[in-house]
């Protein structure tokens, strides 16, 4: 074991990740998985569980040392924070928000097909918030940039943790106000209106991608 830290409690039972060393052999009937095999095959709390371990060990991973200037860290003692004794420098868990946004147009959406998806897929839009930007501000910003289209009426839908590797996904609707879809081509490949009854292939149930779509095709 390389290092540990508690993550809670879960069930009555304590929790902690655990770094192994790169040469760890599992015990029998055991085996090393990566949490992105693991979507949609654990439970949601134990997923939950897993996606916190990860991003939790990857800070402990790689704020060891003072990062303004580089003395050893001392963990605090009742905060999920990292404190540097000779700067005061203190170091919390990186989490870093996105927008995601379901843009309709009467009984249409605004769907994208990203470089990285498989040729057939597309999706609603999504963005990481810049700093000093609003939520709503990213998703106007987001949509303008990737497709070109002006955006109103914007509203909360739901969030999601996104722990590849340390995104928070925070869903909009919004509706369309103007403009021609005009494709970023370095984001985007293929953009379009689709008739809710008549969508292309969308990304797994387990995604808020996937949940903004299913809400607008069974919407009235
Ligand atoms: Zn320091």
């Known amino acids: ?29 055991m085996d090393l998985v990566g949490l992105r095999e693991l979507h949609g095959v654990l439970e949601d709390d134990l997923f939950a569980l897993g996606a916190r371990a990860v991003q ?8 060891q040392y003072c990062g303004h200037c580089a003395t050893v860290t001392v963990q605090m003692p009742n905060e999920r924070a990292k404190r540097c004794p000779k700067c005061s420098l203190v170091s919390y868990p990186r989490l870093s928000p996105a927008i995601i946004v379901l843009v309709s147009r009467d009984d249409e959406v605004l769907l994208a097909r990203a470089p990285r998806f498989p040729t057939t897929m597309y999706s609603v839009l999504a963005g990481f918030v810049e700093p000093g930007e ?26 999601q943790p996104w722990p590849f590797p340390n995104s928070l996904m925070i869903g909009f609707t919004a509706t369309y106000a103007g403009g021609e879809i005009v ?14 009854h008549n969508l292309p292939q969308v990304p797994s149930k387990l995604s808020i991608a996937r949940q903004l779509i299913d809400w607008f095709a069974e919407s009235d």
């Open 1 to 29: 074991m390389v290092r540990s830290q508690f993550l809670g409690m879960l069930d009555g039972d304590a929790c902690y990740e655990v770094e192994l060393a790169t040469d760890t052999v599992p015990p029998d009937g």
């Open 56 to 63: 939790i060990k990857e800070w402990d991973r790689t704020h």
């Open 183 to 196: 494709p970023e081509p370095n984001e985007i490949v293929e953009a379009a209106w689709f008739h809710k």
């Open 134 to 159: 609003s939520l709503e501000e990213t998703v106007i910003r987001e949509v303008r940039e990737e497709v070109g289209v002006e955006v109103k009426d914007i509203r909360y839908f739901g969030s």
